[in-house]
């Protein structure tokens, strides 16, 4: 009773915890959603539901890949009440005839932010934006670009089947809806997701004068192109702010990401609603913002995707970096050569002992595949260990291949090879442990000629002697079924212990794997 009693107090007092930590955000994301969707709003197109300018969707999914689906209501509680602003005090409706309406707007806002995370989270197993280019392309098309319908059509068919818009303006309000949350998502959730692990910027103070000189650089462009600082120039610019947003991603890292992303964005959007710049040639605002967003859209994906080019080469690199210091403190490194592959067979970094052993020069294989020099004997059983590396099932592997050197001459290597993963654990490319065993199997043949020889000499000498020869022949019989009991016995065995314990992790698998292969190994050498 003692211990039911207090595993229930336990269990209270675990729920009691976890609710606020679950009802904060909740509150926090709701409130946080009003204000940025209110300020959105405020350049919406009548009855003023639909704006090309919407933050709130990218703090929105910002939310969700950060902190989590559970904290999704916050989504709906701050649509319902950013909605109802606009319905029951600018639009003079009732609360009840407003309810069906908040609620679906609340519902196509939440499920836009929910669709987004989940096929991010689903296509790229990663909660991380700028991982690889796939990831960023991934948020770009599918994140930004296709969750964004959701909340657009229902938003859209909500207003129109109420009354609230008219059929007429069905296709320029859905247009709006949509360009205006997926720019908010595509310049909104990467700027929040980089402030969040802004910390692990690689800014180093030794640029702090250059990034001034870019902060400035980039603001006079902004004000030339966005403002007419120069007068009326019947050019288009809207080009000059590309090269300093490269500037910044290249020099400065994140933090050249966010302050540059930063000034073309609100510059460009506060000139275009005061009717400044390249994209106020319309007199509906709503036109001139749907202008300025869609470059907004181009230089912002344009950013982030160098960016993560960038930061996924860093990443590789130091990882061949790591991986080459760990190599030099191994025994007898000077006879081993380490070879870095990508997950595609290509080789990423090649030793000069390497190239000399195949006769090549270094730009003649890097960026090739493997498969080009190896034996065609050798590459499909060399490939499928590869893609078991990839699929976790073994951690390492070890065996024998040929190599066809530049003058087609054979070269025999001792291949060790493991996968190198990232923090994450995601496969990132192959290390390979090299060895020249030409010498050795060199000499493995010219003992196996000798060895036949020996016994073709053997055969002539006792053709006399036939049953002699006979004796000798069952002795050899009985010799190798003596020899070869044992190993069968270890091969029958494990593959009953393989078979029947299927509590087995990965490591005593390996283990077993590694056993038969030993026997079957050693069976061949008694033949």
């Not at 269990?11 to 959603?33: C, M, N, R, W």
């Not at 939310?63 to 709906?76: D, E, N, R, T």
């Not at 319902?80 to 639009?91: E, T």
């Not at 790591?322 to 490194?333: A, G, I, N, P, V």
Request: proline share 3%; hydrophobic share 45%.
């Amino acid at each position: 009773m003692l211990f039911t009693h207090s595993a229930e107090t336990s269990v209270q007092e675990q729920s009691q915890d976890k609710t606020p930590s679950l009802g904060f955000p909740i509150v926090s994301l709701a409130i946080l959603y009003f204000i940025a969707g209110r300020l959105g709003t405020l350049l919406a197109l009548p009855p003023g539901y639909s704006t090309a300018i919407f933050p709130a969707s990218g703090l929105a999914l910002f939310a969700i890949l950060h902190y989590g689906y559970k904290v999704w209501p916050g989504i709906l509680i701050g649509s319902f009440l950013l909605n109802g602003s606009i319905s029951v005090i600018a639009q003079n409706l009732s609360l009840i005839d407003f309810l069906p309406i908040g609620l679906s707007i609340g519902l196509g806002a939440s499920g836009e932010a929910l669709v987004g995370a989940y096929l991010f989270l689903r296509l790229t197993k990663s909660k991380d934006p700028f991982y690889q280019i796939k990831s960023i392309f991934i948020f770009i098309i599918f994140s930004a670009g296709a969750s964004s319908l959701v909340s657009a059509t229902c938003g859209t068919l909500t207003v129109t089947l109420s009354g609230i818009s008219s059929w007429a303006q069905f296709d320029t309000t859905f247009l709006t809806w949509w360009l205006g949350d997926a720019i908010g998502i595509l310049v909104i959730t990467p700027l929040l997701l980089l402030f969040s692990s802004l910390s692990s910027n690689r800014f180093h103070t030794k640029l702090i004068a250059e990034g001034i000189f870019l902060v400035i650089c980039l603001i006079v462009v902004c004000k030339i192109v966005f403002a007419g600082w120069l007068g009326d120039i019947h050019y288009p610019l809207s080009f000059l702010p590309f090269p300093f947003l490269v500037w910044a991603a290249v020099r400065f890292d994140k933090l050249g990401v966010i302050i540059s992303i930063l000034i073309v964005s609100t510059t460009s959007i506060w000139e275009t609603i005061n009717g400044n710049g390249l994209f106020a040639i319309s007199h509906e605002q709503n036109t001139s913002l749907l202008l300025v967003q869609t470059f907004l859209g181009v230089a912002t994906s344009m950013t982030l995707i160098l960016y993560t080019n960038l930061t996924e080469k860093r990443r590789i690199s130091d990882s061949l970096l790591r991986s080459e210091e760990r190599l030099r403190k191994t025994e007898d490194f000077s006879r081993v050569m380490a070879t870095h592959v990508d997950l595609d067979g290509r080789w990423l970094k090649i030793p000069s002992s390497f190239c000399d052993l195949l006769g090549y020069t270094k730009e003649d294989l890097l960026g090739d595949g493997f498969k080009s020099v190896t034996h065609p004997d050798d590459f499909m059983s060399n490939w499928s260990q590869y893609q078991r590396l990839i699929r976790g099932e073994i951690k390492s592997f070890d065996l024998e291949k040929r190599y066809i050197r530049k003058d087609g001459e054979v070269v025999w290597a001792d291949l060790s090879c493991t996968i190198v993963q990232d923090e994450g654990g995601t496969p990132n490319h192959f290390l390979t442990y090299i060895r020249d065993i030409t010498g050795r199997k060199k000499l493995e043949d010219a003992l196996r000629k000798y060895s036949q020889e020996l016994e073709h000499r053997v055969k002539e000498r006792t053709l006399a002697l036939e049953q002699s020869n006979q004796d000798l022949e069952e002795f050899a019989y009985l010799a190798s079924h003596d020899l070869q009991e044992p190993l069968r016995k270890i091969t029958t065995f494990s593959d009953r212990l393989r078979e029947k314990d299927h509590s087995l992790n990965d490591e005593a698998s390996e283990y077993l794997e590694r056993m038969q292969k030993a026997a079957y190994r050693m069976a061949n050498y008694i033949n």
